[in-house]
């Protein structure tokens, strides 16, 4: 399974951004996926997930309200639709397949090449 991540740049606190993963090598519709992000200095830690059916989709408390994940089987993508960003949501973006039940980095495999998101102040 390959994953690339597309669509970061640098963008003003308050702006929208949204982030693209592309998949191939597996079959898609069956993959829960999920959106990390890794800021200097910082651990990589985990921004949202989504259900293989696209049903149930669960947040970190830190984006909640600000930040969707969808997905559209057919074309075998995951977005992450980014609205109201601070300069603090600044870091590399990751996304990556569920392979246990968690939310953590050790629960998800296949990790792609990550975007860079950028918010100025």
């Known amino acids: 399974v390959q994953l690339q991540a597309s669509g970061g740049g640098l963008v003003q606190a308050g702006g929208s951004l949204r982030l693209s993963c592309a998949v191939s090598g597996g079959t898609f519709s069956m993959l829960n996926m999920g959106w990390f992000r890794q800021a200097p200095g910082k651990e990589r830690e985990f921004v949202a997930a989504?259900?293989?059916?696209?049903?149930?989709?669960y947040y970190a408390e830190s984006v909640k309200g600000r930040f969707a994940i969808s997905r559209v089987n057919a074309k075998n993508t995951v977005y992450l639709q980014m609205n109201s960003l601070k300069p603090e949501d600044t870091a590399v973006y990751y996304c990556a397949v569920q392979i246990n039940g968690g939310l953590t980095p050790i629960d998800f495999r296949f990790w792609g090449r990550g975007t860079l998101v950028t918010v100025s102040s």
């Open positions: 989504s259900h293989w059916s696209g049903e149930r989709a």
